[in-house]
């Protein structure tokens, strides 16, 4: 069975110039009523897949990515390394039961992993 896309998310430096820009150029809201600050996006459309955006700082750096859905999250990150990934941020639980990952594949692009359901919401502390 194929992963597919679930989630997209969008990290830069400042959250506030990058919620006026999508917001400006492609009329998403968002929702930042959370302990992380993590921008849960409105599209205001139907269809498409769920995302967010955030200002994570220089640790993380900036990025876009997306995140497929697979099975066993150790299996994936194992597999992603044998083929010359490797592991970004490890499993981390979030608030939905789900618990994801990120890598960065051969050729330096951030990939996330998620296992659990679909939808993610902020990660818990």
Do not use: C
Request: aromatic share 8%; charged share 15%; proline share 7%.
């Amino acid at each position: 069975m194929g992963a597919p896309v679930v989630w997209f998310e969008i990290a830069g430096n400042d959250l506030a110039s990058l919620e006026r820009f999508y917001g400006q150029l492609l009329g998403w809201k968002l929702n930042t009523d959370n302990p992380m600050r993590y921008g849960m996006v409105d599209t205001g459309a139907e269809g498409g897949i769920p995302g967010g955006i955030y200002a994570p700082g220089d640790a993380v750096g900036q990025y876009v990515s997306f995140y497929a859905d697979v099975q066993d999250l150790e299996a994936s990150l194992a597999q992603a390394e044998q083929l010359g990934g490797k592991v970004a941020q490890p499993p981390i639980a979030l608030e939905s039961g789900a618990r994801t990952a990120m890598i960065v594949d051969p050729e330096g692009h951030r990939i996330g992993l998620i296992q659990g359901p679909a939808t993610p919401s902020v990660a818990s502390s």
